[in-house]
């Protein structure tokens, strides 16, 4: 039974930087690709960003290109989500994600934590 753990969130003023975390035990960490999602209140769970398996490919949601960026630590079963240049829009809770089943498409994710919250200050 995978179990993912996020760390890191909390309240910052907008234009600042959180990093995320995500220990992931359970399930070999290596062979799923993993991801990052964010729920706002009132919104439906959107897809923020994705790493494959290696490490060497990433895919990124339009609205936050060039501000976030995922990673991961093998050796360490860590997923990490770097967010600077925070806005109020990025206030969310996020969650990490893994795709144990394979692919790493947003449908491909069937493995979830429970969630950090972030708020950026306006």
């Known amino acids: 039974q995978v179990q993912l753990v996020e760390s890191g969130g909390g309240l910052v003023q907008a234009g600042g930087s959180l990093r995320l975390s995500c220990a992931a035990s359970g399930r070999t960490f290596s062979r799923a690709a993993m991801g990052w999602f964010r729920q706002a209140p009132g919104k439906e769970r959107e897809f923020v960003a994705a790493?494959?398996?290696?490490?060497?490919?990433?895919s990124y949601a339009e609205s936050v290109k060039g501000r976030f960026a995922i990673s991961r630590d093998n050796a360490k079963n860590t997923l990490y989500l770097q967010m600077n240049s925070l806005t109020s829009e990025d206030t969310a809770v996020y969650y990490c994600a893994g795709a144990y089943g394979g692919g790493w498409s947003p449908r491909d994710f069937d493995s979830w934590g429970q969630g950090t919250q972030v708020t950026v200050s306006s």
């Open positions: 790493i494959w398996r290696s490490g060497d490919m990433m």
